[in-house]
C-alpha cells in the first residue's frame, strides 16, 4: 500500500511539474503575441516590456530574442541588438535571419570584417542557392578593409558577385553591381563588358547610364560619354550632377558653349534644392559644396571660351559663398 501511495504522489508530482512547464511556455508565448501586436501600433515600449516578460518566463524563446534585437537595432542600440541575436544564434544555430541582422550590425559598428564575413557565410551555408546573400557578402568584401591589402577587397567581390549572376543571369542590378566593382578594381574595359550587359537587360534605369558614361569618360571617350550622360538626363532630369558630368565631357571636347549650358542647369538645381530647405544652409551642407565647386567648373569653362569677365563673377560668387579655392582662381584669372 505505501509502495502504491508513493508512485501515485511521484505520478503528480512530475505531472505538476510538467503542466507548469506547459503553462510558462504558453504563457511566455502569449507575451510575444502582445508584443508583435504592440510593434504594429509602432509602440515600441510596450513591445519590449512584453518580450522582456516572454524571455524571464523562457530564456531560451529564440524567437522573443530575435524580435527585441530588431527592435533595440531599429532604436540604435546596436551593441545590445547585438547581444539578442547573440542569443537567438545561441538557442537556433541555424536562425538564419539572425545572422544576416547580426552581420549587418558588425558592420555598422565597423566591427572586424571576421564578424560580419563569419555571420553571411553562415547565412550562405544555410541559404547556399539565395543569390541575394552572395550579393550582401559582395558589398561586404568591397566596403570593408581586406588586412592584407589595407584596402577593400574589390577581387573577392568580384568573385562573390560573379556566383550571384550564375544563379540569376537575368538580373541587371547584378552586373552593374559588378561592373563598379570591377571599375574599383582598375579592370576598365571588363566593367564597360558590364554595364552593356547591364543595359541590355534594362536600359531604363539613368544611373546605369550615367555609370558607363563615366567609365567612357575615364578611358577619354568623351563623345561617349556625352552620349549616355544625355540619356540619362533624359530619364531623370533632376539630377544635377548628370549635367555637371556631361558638361566635363563637353569641356574636354572643347565645346565650352554648351558645357555651359550644363553647368548652368546644375547650378539652377542646386540652387531649387537648397532654397527648398528649412533653417539655415550651413557651408558644409553637402549641396552648398557641389554649388560652389560648380561655379568653379563654370568659370573655368567661360574663361576658355574667351569670356574670363564672366568667369570671375562665378569666382567671386564661389569666394563669397566660402569656397577657398576660389582665392587662387581669381589672382589667377581676375588681376
Not at 504592440?38 to 519590449?48: E, F, H, T, V, W
Not at 550562405?124 to 577587397?153: C, M, Q, R, W
Not at 558644409?284 to 570671375?312: A, I
Request: aromatic share 14%; hydrophobic share 40%.
Amino acid at each position: 500500500m505505501l509502495l502504491k501511495i508513493n508512485w501515485s504522489y511521484s505520478f503528480f508530482f512530475t505531472l505538476l511539474i510538467c503542466g507548469s512547464r506547459v503553462f510558462g511556455q504558453s504563457n511566455a508565448v502569449q507575451h510575444y503575441v502582445a508584443a508583435r501586436e504592440y510593434l504594429k501600433s509602432n509602440n515600441n515600449l510596450l513591445a519590449k516590456q512584453e518580450l522582456d516578460s516572454a524571455i524571464s518566463i523562457n530564456p531560451n524563446y529564440a524567437d522573443a530574442h530575435y524580435m527585441l534585437g530588431n527592435i533595440l537595432a531599429g532604436e540604435k542600440s546596436y551593441l545590445r541588438a547585438v547581444g539578442q541575436f547573440d542569443q537567438a544564434i545561441r538557442i537556433n544555430p541555424n536562425f538564419l535571419e539572425a545572422y544576416l541582422k547580426r552581420a549587418n550590425l558588425h558592420y555598422v559598428l565597423n566591427d572586424h570584417k571576421s564578424y560580419i564575413i563569419g555571420d553571411i557565410d553562415h547565412a550562405i551555408n544555410l541559404k547556399p542557392d539565395s543569390a541575394e546573400f552572395y550579393v550582401k557578402k559582395a558589398f561586404y568584401l568591397a566596403h570593408t578593409v581586406n588586412p592584407l591589402t589595407l584596402g577593400p577587397d574589390y577581387t573577392a567581390a568580384i568573385a562573390e558577385i560573379s556566383i550571384a549572376i550564375r544563379l540569376k543571369p537575368e538580373r541587371a542590378d547584378y552586373y552593374y553591381l559588378r561592373s563598379k566593382y570591377k571599375f574599383d578594381a582598375n579592370k576598365k574595359l571588363s566593367s564597360l563588358t558590364d554595364i552593356n550587359k547591364a543595359l541590355t537587360l534594362d536600359n531604363a534605369r539613368s544611373k546605369y547610364f550615367a555609370h558607363r558614361g563615366f567609365i567612357r569618360f575615364m578611358i577619354e571617350d568623351f563623345r561617349g560619354s556625352v552620349g549616355d550622360y544625355t540619356k540619362a538626363i533624359a530619364i531623370d532630369a533632376d539630377k544635377s550632377n548628370f549635367y555637371e558630368s556631361r558638361a566635363y565631357a563637353k569641356y574636354n571636347l572643347g565645346n565650352y558653349g554648351s558645357a555651359y549650358n550644363d553647368y548652368s542647369s546644375a547650378i539652377d538645381l542646386l540652387i531649387g534644392q537648397l532654397t527648398s530647405k528649412k533653417g539655415a544652409i550651413l557651408a558644409e551642407d553637402p549641396l552648398n559644396k557641389e554649388l560652389r565647386e560648380t561655379l568653379l567648373l563654370r568659370g573655368m569653362t567661360l574663361v576658355q571660351d574667351n569670356k574670363p569677365y564672366d568667369g570671375c563673377d562665378d569666382f567671386e560668387r564661389a569666394y563669397q559663398m566660402g569656397e577657398q579655392k576660389a582665392r587662387n582662381y581669381i589672382r589667377r584669372y581676375c588681376n
